[in-house]
T-cell receptor, first 113, second 109 residues
Framework: DTEVTQTPKHLVMGMTNKKSLKCEQHMGHRAMYWYKQKAKKPPELMFV???????INESVPSRFSPECPNSSLLNLHLHALQPEDSALYLC????????????FGSGTRLTVV | DAKTTQPNSMESNEEEPVHLPCNHS???????IHWYRQLPSQGPEYVIH???SNVNNRMASLAIAEDRKSSTLILHRATLRDAAVYYCILRDLGNQFYFGTGTSLTVIP
């Protein structure tokens, strides 16, 4: 299995809702990442997990809450989002360290209404 | 984190070679040069990466300048399926991976 699977592919949520995005990989990668991508912009790093521990938080608002329950799963919990949080949310994984490439999922298209 | 500079857009005729340049003048000795591409409504896709020597794979070739301050991604025969945004990224020994603005490649039939 050489894929990163993200669910759901599309999500519409109200500003008072709580929802979660899910990411799964079975390549044995011990580093996992969340990125946010607005239209016609490059992906922006949000969070990095290394060996199931949060190692980087790029000053992301607390309405985004990441969780890494095991080495194969990465969740992003969403609460009280704003319309400007609408974007494509990408998950990626890699072996730790600079010598390896990343594998990205196809993303979750989030719309906040 | 070291930064990269790429042209915003480029065009190529179908079945001709494409050379996509990237400048990374602040690269450090341990930074790997990665290239990814992103098709519309998809996640970025790994293309190739290298450290010092030129690299080839089934998708492309990566030519790295001797001083490592620039690199060029070479697509040997562009097809319509190669139309995408191409990102040149420097990755250090840590787990931080920052995208630059990328080059939007248009392939003309």
């Amino acid at each position: 299995d050489t894929e990163v699977t993200q669910t759901p592919k599309h999500l519409v949520m109200g500003m008072t809702n709580k929802k979660s995005l899910k990411c799964e990989q079975h390549m044995g990668h011990r580093a996992m990442y969340w990125y946010k991508q607005k239209a016609k912009k490059p992906p922006e790093l949000m969070f990095v997990y290394s060996y199931e521990k949060l190692s980087i938080n790029e000053s992301v608002p607390s309405r985004f809450s990441p969780e890494c329950p095991n080495s194969s799963l990465l969740n992003l919990h969403l609460h009280a989002l704003q319309p400007e949080d609408s974007a494509l949310y990408l998950c990626a994984s890699s072996p730790p360290g600079g010598t390896y490439g990343y594998t990205f999922g196809s993303g979750t298209r989030l719309t906040v209404v | 984190d070291a930064k990269t500079t790429q042209p915003n857009s480029m065009e190529s005729n179908e079945e001709e070679p494409v050379h996509l340049p990237c400048n990374h003048s602040t690269i450090s000795g341990t930074d790997y040069i990665h290239w990814y591409r992103q098709l519309p409504s998809q996640g970025p896709e790994y293309v190739i990466h290298g450290l010092t020597s030129n690299v080839n794979n089934r998708m492309a070739s990566l030519a790295i300048a001797e001083d490592r301050k620039s690199s060029t991604l070479i697509l040997h025969r562009a097809t319509l399926r190669d139309a995408a945004v191409y990102y040149c990224i420097l990755r250090d020994l840590g787990n931080q991976f920052y995208f630059g603005t990328g080059t939007s490649l248009t392939v003309i039939p």
